[in-house]
């Protein structure tokens, strides 16, 4: 392979890192998947007692670490010649992974709030999750329960019976 066919690989890799780390977890009340639609939970309503910000982080390294390192390596290759090239390609492997680890840990950190409601009977429960605009002490929501829990504002009249 030519020295610009190791290089296009190269940039190719980084891109693929670049590519795979916009593919973060999404933690949205919004978004359901598939295996979520068309099954019938339970749900509570509440009052929102507390709220904090809480950061979000998935420890597992992902693909975005070896494809940088990857990466790194072949273009490692490209810079040393004779006994260098072994520590150029080594130097090129942890930068490249680095990167690589870099990018994998700003797509998986996200923020988040954590609620504490209190429900009617008066029991407390806690539930963490994103969204652009926290809910607010006082406010009324709905605790939807299942594969994924999730609160929603409350905007319907509670019926006595």
Known sequence: MTASGKLRGATALLALALALGACAKKYS???YSSGGMQQANKADRAVVINVRSVD???PSLGLGTAAGAAA???AGSQIGKGS???LAVLGGVLIGGAIGAAVDNSAKSTTAFEYV???PNGDLITLAQK??????IGQRVLILYGVQARIIADAGVEVRQ
């Not at 969204?131 to 607010?136: E, H, K, M, N």
């Open 72 to 74: 790194g390596g072949l």
């Open 117 to 119: 409601m209190e429900k």
């Open 56 to 58: 979000v982080n998935d």
């Open 131 to 136: 969204q652009d605009v926290p809910f607010q």
């Open 84 to 86: 260098g090239n072994g």
């Open 29 to 31: 009340p919004d978004e």
